[in-house]
């Protein structure tokens, strides 16, 4: 394993908190279908097969290459030595279980997660540290109809799975959005079991707003995801859900999405409205500081940015007559290294990723953060928020 080492010589652990998996259960299930999300099989001219992977409507180019990268489990750790990761927190990747019926999902959500522990607790240990390389996030099934009970069920299964962390979530809920009250008793057992909901987009928006132009997978990804996870937390935000929860932890994806950016217009928003004006118990500005967020922006000045509006929440909190201006290594503390794999693969072949190498170097250049606040993203802060000692 390639050792990385920290400008001062110092030893540090490198956590991945935003990183995929199909298991093979998943995948083989996605060999059977023929309607999205699945997984298309076609000979290849050296006899090979060639297989795709769809997982949205009018995927451009016939879908993704997808290969032993998406669930080979030697695979990820070879990605982890390439670039120097020492752990990984693995989630499914989306649709998740979406696309199932609420029995066919209960039943998958209960056993990818024993498969999902085994993943993990089988992998090896961190060199010379009481740790796994590898843990994880369960799943849920959330989808229509499916029972409080049995969604409460799945909560406590991955409690008590030892290697799982928290869960993945999208944003659908069971198909009124995570503002829905129906969900209030889910929410009140995650917190109260302590475990980390990472929320992750799939959907985006109507793709119609793209128009006819070619650009590949682009405009969905770069601002479809992040336009669906800035709406779903706000909603969010708006139902009371973060009074309701205050222990709640919630870990968002590709740094928030446009939320940070935002947040004074959403609080001014509020602010003018009568409906909403006097919901909730605090300015909308200070839920931000309470959530935590991946490091995957690709820009330093991003970054900066975002722990900037992290870190000035308790100005806004009910009552506070604080006005000192905040430092935003205060918001670097909420911020967590990510990568995205599998996807976002170079299009040429490299040793390093290009997203990889992107991500970690715009952590390293953000101004006025100190190395120790570098650590903390880069490893640190997850060893914290997961627990991440056996």
């Given amino acids: 394993m390639r050792v990385r080492q920290y400008f001062n010589g110092t030893r540090k652990i490198l956590v991945d908190i935003h990183t995929h998996v199909y298991l093979p259960r998943y995948v083989a299930l996605l060999r059977t279908r023929s309607s999205v999300p699945f997984i298309r099989s ?114 406590h299964q991955i409690s008590k799975l030892p290697h799982l962390r928290g869960l993945i979530m999208g944003t659908r809920g069971v198909g009124n959005g995570l503002d829905d009250k129906a969900l209030d008793p889910v929410w009140a057992a995650i917190e109260k079991a302590g475990l980390v909901v990472f929320l992750h987009p799939h959907y985006g928006v109507d793709p119609k707003a793209w128009g006819d132009l070619d650009n590949g997978h682009v405009l969905p990804l770069a601002l479809g995801f992040p336009f669906e996870t800035t709406i779903a937390t706000t909603r969010l935000i708006l139902s009371g859900v973060l009074d309701r929860f205050p222990e709640l932890r919630l870990l968002l994806a590709h740094s928030g999405g446009a939320l940070p950016q935002l947040s004074s217009r959403l609080a001014s928003c509020i602010d003018h409205d009568p409906v909403v004006a006097s919901r909730l118990q605090h300015d909308a500005r200070y839920y931000l500081g309470k959530l935590y967020l991946d490091a995957v922006a690709y820009g330093a000045e991003e970054l900066g940015f975002v722990s900037d509006v992290l870190a000035r929440s308790e100005r806004y909190k009910k009552g506070s007559i604080s006005t000192e201006i905040t430092n935003r290594r205060a918001g670097s503390q909420r911020m967590l290294f990510g990568t995205d794999h599998p996807f976002f693969p170079p299009l040429t072949s490299t040793e390093k990723w290009k997203s990889v190498v992107e991500n970690l170097e715009a952590i390293n250049g953000v101004q006025g953060w100190n190395q120790g606040d570098k650590d903390g993203v880069l490893g640190g802060n997850a060893l914290s928020l997961f627990n991440l000692r056996e």
């Fill in 42 to 155: 076609t000979p290849a001219q050296d006899g090979r097969i060639d297989e795709r992977l769809l997982i949205l409507n009018h995927e451009p180019s016939g879908g993704r290459p997808v290969g032993p990268q998406y669930w080979d489990r030697e695979e990820k750790l070879k990605f982890m030595d390439r670039h120097g990761i020492d752990v990984s927190v693995v989630s499914t990747a989306n649709p998740w279980l979406d696309f199932l019926t609420a029995s066919q999902a209960s039943v998958l959500a209960q056993e990818l997660n024993h498969d999902l522990e085994e993943y993990c607790s089988t992998s090896p240990d961190v060199p010379n540290q009481q740790i796994k390389r590898l843990y994880g996030f369960g799943l849920l099934p959330l989808v229509p109809e499916i029972s409080t009970a049995t969604l409460l069920e799945t909560v």
